[in-house]
């Protein structure tokens, strides 16, 4: 680490753009966190195999929490904000008109709507080349695949449609008036050329736009203009407060879990989930199962994704839990947890396939539909808890073997609110066989993204210098008889998650008919 002046009151603030909810932290120059808060929103599901969220109630979220979070915590402690940076879910896409205006929700990477384009693409000699060239698999979550959709289906939104954003595009230019998208977030789009690095000819002319359709490309360190002046007073907010357009959560997360070189691996759940590897080289898979995302021009982040993380255990919650007080849903979970704790690993042969949202890695398929299995009279409640998060980290657990295909992984570092709670992360490295190491900064993407904040301002000389100054404060290591328990449950997980493939085909167009 470079020499700063750590005794100025100044940080860095940190913008995650979740799924379900907005992050704000502010860190110190060098690294501690000086507070946090939290805002949520909602998503829509109006039709089955559709997510949307309102773009509106997104920013209007942000800037409340943003607000509050500056005038009770950082200026009321006399802190000067140098900079903001920017994290955010993938795979968003919000159609604009030429108004800047939106046409409708945003489509987010939980949508399915476009499962028939990304079937037909996926087994075509175009798709697997378009597959080689961006990185992103052929999948209804690919921007790639949402607007061909529209193209398709909504044709009338389609030819109103100016730009296609992401959600943290639309943000930026709401705050700052630039149309922007960095390489990472851009690299999870299946439209940019990963190995030229700029918008893909053949997979632009698929989904029938031009680039002009599409925000400027920048890099994740990109000064993004500057505040709008009423924003600027309206957060006390200097003029020279940098903007950096910043990353994905994804890769923020890896590079927030010091996850660098080789034998390293980083499993985040949150409501979705996935499990990464970072390397100067793409993972090459004939089956397209990883993605290969661009962390910057040197390094690529490759792994792959679950749609059903903490979102699934919650829905449980929800619909099973003891409720002492509304809305009270920690509580509830935590209560379910300690419910868990007293089954025996495997859940006395009960196993559940999680996939309430369809799936992408490994199986990639957009009509899985969530399964009990093995139920016999004896089964309680409890053994329904514990099979349900058994059943998210077998999912996670599958990820990992068709990782290690490819790269020798020894040790896991977990981040995110699921994979953090004690229980599951000494379940992880009793499927995984492996040690699990938490960081003293649980929110890993918040730590990844003041990472790479700190790079850009010469604190750190580069992003391996930074990832190797992430700290580790818990470690679980794994149970070698539950291990041996896990091995054969997850045997059969990963035989029944494709046994079903044509049931869930068929239940799946029974459920979209029923709408």
């Not at 008109?97 to 175009?126: H, M, Q, Y």
């Not at 921007?143 to 449609?161: C, G, H, S, Y």
């Amino acid at each position: 680490m470079s020499k700063i002046n750590s005794a100025r009151k100044v940080c860095v603030i940190t913008i995650e753009l979740g799924t379900n909810a907005v992050r704000v932290f502010a860190f110190d120059l060098v690294g501690n966190m000086i507070g946090s808060a939290r805002g949520a929103y909602p998503s829509f599901h109006p039709q089955p195999d559709y997510s949307e969220q309102d773009p509106e109630q997104l920013f209007i979220t942000m800037l409340y929490v943003l607000k509050n979070f500056l005038t009770e915590k950082v200026h009321a402690e006399k802190y000067k904000v140098i900079n903001l940076c920017f994290s955010a879910s993938m795979h968003s896409v919000l159609a604009i008109d030429k108004n800047g205006v939106p046409l409708g929700n945003a489509i987010t990477w939980a949508d399915n709507r476009g499962k028939k384009e990304a079937s037909l693409l996926k087994n075509s000699s175009l798709g697997k080349t378009i597959y080689k060239a961006t990185g992103t698999p052929i999948h209804p979550m690919s921007p790639l695949v949402k607007i061909a959709w529209m193209k398709n289906q909504d044709k009338e939104r389609f030819k109103k449609t100016s730009k296609f954003l992401s959600i943290k595009s639309y943000i930026i230019q709401q705050l700052t008036g630039e149309y922007v998208i960095d390489y990472s977030l851009a690299s999870a789009t299946g439209l940019f050329n990963i190995h030229k690095m700029k918008w893909d000819a053949e997979a632009l002319a698929y989904a029938g736009i031009t680039a002009a359709k599409l925000p400027e490309l920048v890099s994740v360190f990109h000064s993004a203009g500057k505040l709008r002046k009423e924003y600027q007073t309206s957060l006390g907010l200097s003029a020279d407060t940098k903007i950096i357009t910043g990353s994905s959560d994804g890769c923020m997360a890896t590079l927030g879990a010091g996850v660098w070189g080789e034998g390293k691996a980083t499993v985040t759940i949150e409501d979705s989930g996935a499990m990464r590897v970072v390397g100067k080289e793409i993972l090459k898979d004939d089956k397209q199962r990883f993605f290969n995302y661009v962390l910057n021009e040197e390094y690529y982040v490759s792994g792959g994704p679950t749609n059903n993380g903490g979102v699934i255990f919650e829905w449980f919650a929800k619909q099973f839990g003891d409720f002492k007080y509304a809305y009270d849903i920690e509580n509830c979970m935590e209560e379910l947890i300690n419910d868990a704790s007293k089954v025996e690993a495997g859940s006395d042969g009960l196993l559940f396939l999680p996939y309430l949202l369809g799936e992408r890695a490994p199986i990639w398929n957009a009509n899985a539909r969530g399964v009990y299995f093995g139920l016999n009279i004896n089964h309680e409640q409890k053994h329904f808890i514990r099979a349900t998060i058994e059943g998210i980290l077998y999912e996670m657990f599958s990820i990992g073997k068709t990782l290690e295909e490819h790269r020798s992984i020894k040790s896991l570092s977990v981040n995110g609110s699921f994979a953090t709670i004690p229980f599951c992360s000494q379940l992880i490295a009793d499927i995984f066989n492996k040690p699990v190491g938490i960081s003293k900064n649980k929110s890993s993407v918040g730590l990844g993204t003041f990472l790479l904040s700190a790079t850009d301002m010469g604190i750190y000389k580069s992003l391996d210098e930074a990832a190797r100054s992430v700290e580790f404060s818990t470690t679980f290591k794994p149970n070698k008889q539950n291990n041996s328990i896990y091995k054969k449950y997850a045997d059969i997980f990963e035989k029944l998650s494709t046994k079903f493939n044509a049931e869930f085909e068929a239940i799946a167009n029974l459920q979209q008919k029923n709408k």
